[in-house]
């Protein structure tokens, strides 16, 4: 059972730097955050990588919390590879953006307007639940601050992106942010109600 979990976890691990990983070739970007923040990012997420890889490898006993942080890390690698799937050449690193001919409303955008940070929020926490149970208190600590320094500049990210969707698709964006959270699932999104209330909008101008 401990090897059948690490081993798991590893490929979780795996395919979530793959999948949040920036290689393929892009439509034209723009970049919207500090150029030396952004490389301070890609450096910060190698720590909690690294330090979770490291305690899961040297892990000799289960307990219920791995369990957990298993099925938590398994979330969130299938949110963020939806995520990626869906937006395809439009998926860009943090930081930056694209220009895409439209905003992206189906799959689990219609749950969250970043999913693909939301499934990075849920990995962190799945890691972050392993290394507090297995990890030496200083690497845990150093765990939650970097981690807590990647959830500060993804939302950075996220909100810079809201701005740059508004200046490309103007009120049917902001019609989809009125109704969807960014990084949670409290409502889905629905175009018709979206329509209705840009009708009723403009017929109040007459």
């Not at 320094?149 to 508004?166: G, K, P, Q, R, T």
């Amino acid at each position: 059972m401990v090897m059948f979990y690490k081993i798991t976890q590893v490929l979780v691990i795996l395919f979530f730097a793959f999948f949040v990983s920036d290689l393929r070739k892009k439509n034209k970007i723009k970049r919207i955050l500090n150029p030396n923040l952004l490389i301070v990012m890609k450096l910060a997420y190698m720590v909690p990588l690294l330090i979770f890889l490291s305690s899961v490898i040297c892990t000799e006993q289960l307990v219920y919390m791995d369990f957990l942080s298993l099925f938590i890390t398994l979330v969130g690698l299938g949110i963020v590879s939806i995520a990626k799937l869906s937006l395809g050449r439009n998926h860009s690193w943090t930081g930056y953006v694209t220009f895409p001919d439209a905003f992206c409303t189906g799959s689990v955008f219609s749950y969250v307007r970043h999913p693909m940070y939301s499934g990075i929020f849920t990995c962190i926490i799945g890691m972050l639940l392993h290394v507090l149970f297995h990890a030496p208190l200083p690497l845990s600590l150093i765990n939650i601050i970097f981690s807590a320094f990647i959830v500060y500049v993804l939302i950075s990210s996220a909100n810079a992106e809201a701005d740059h969707l508004l200046e490309l698709f103007g009120e049917d964006y902001q019609n989809y942010m009125k109704q969807v959270h960014p990084f949670f699932p409290v409502r889905k999104y629905d175009s018709e109600a979206s329509s209705k209330q840009q009708t009723e909008a403009d017929t109040s101008l007459y």
